[in-house]
């Protein structure tokens, strides 16, 4: 499997990707927002974009499927319940489904509810795992909530689904706010050393070539996998007084995903 990360550059800081097999050539493009990016790219690669997926139905993830589709006749995969809120689809996918890319190259998707409620992540079958976490994962941060998702959804998916995958899974988030995001661990974790060490690294980078975490550093410096620190909850209850003395791990993370609305 062969992953490429296209920088857009835009407003919203969005990523793109190319998963390309190296046996056929032959690509899916996630989330191909800047379509001319991707196209180019993949003419530079030798490849064939043959689908598309979206993570989601937001327009800065599903902008580009008409110009990406007209170019190379690609097949749209999303969501099974995204039929009426992305045009075109042609596969909806559950949880457990595999989209085949070549000979070589299988993603499982994930039903990961939490940013919308139509959200796929996909994992790599691969010996180095990756995962494509489109707005619900982030480096050092999680997915909102505002447009059509739902926080105790989320919580659900960062918990029972994401956690459990192998340490060493790459994560491949849908847009570059890891600097930002490091800055709000600090500030409800400020003796959080992994994310003391890593901040000087990516501030003023260049997202084009920032680093690839793993979700073994994720949990380490991202507080929304960080729910049992005692840190977190001492900051925690500065906020919210009535915060219980042992709070339940769900609601440390809604909590903290109502500060990070407005940070």
């Known amino acids: 499997m062969i992953v490429e990360r296209i920088w857009t550059g835009n407003a919203y800081r969005n990523y793109n990707y190319l998963i390309a097999c190296p046996e056929t050539g032959e690509a899916l493009a996630i989330d191909p927002l800047d379509h001319e990016k991707c196209l180019t790219a993949a003419k530079v690669r030798g490849w064939q974009i043959t689908q ?36 075109g689809m042609d596969r909806g996918v559950k949880a457990g489904d595999v989209i085949k890319v070549g000979k070589t190259v299988e993603l499982e998707c994930l039903d990961t509810p939490g940013h919308t409620m139509c959200h796929i992540c996909l994992r790599s079958h691969t010996e180095q795992p990756a995962l ?30 994401l956690a459990k995958l192998p340490e060493n899974t790459q994560v491949y988030p849908g847009h570059d706010y890891i600097e930002n995001n490091l800055k709000f661990t600090l500030d409800r974790e400020p003796d959080n ?40 909850i001492a900051r925690l209850r500065e906020k919210f007084p009535d915060l219980p003395e042992n709070p339940d791990a769900r609601l440390v993370f809604t909590r903290l995903r109502e500060l990070r609305n407005s940070w």
């Open 52 to 87: 598309l997926l979206n993570t989601h139905e937001h327009q800065d993830h599903t902008g580009g499927n008409d110009a990406i589709v007209a170019a190379t006749g690609a097949k749209v995969i999303a969501h099974h319940k995204a039929g009426g809120k992305i045009a």
């Open 132 to 161: 494509f976490s489109g707005d619900t994962l982030f480096n050092a941060g999680a997915g909102n909530c505002h447009n059509g998702g739902n926080v105790d959804d989320m919580y659900t998916s960062f918990v029972d689904q």
């Open 193 to 232: 050393n992994a994310a003391q060490a890593l901040l000087p690294k990516v501030a003023d980078h260049d997202p084009a070539t920032s680093i690839v975490t793993t979700l073994a550093q994720e949990k380490q410096h991202n507080t929304f996998f960080r729910l049992a620190s005692p840190s977190v």
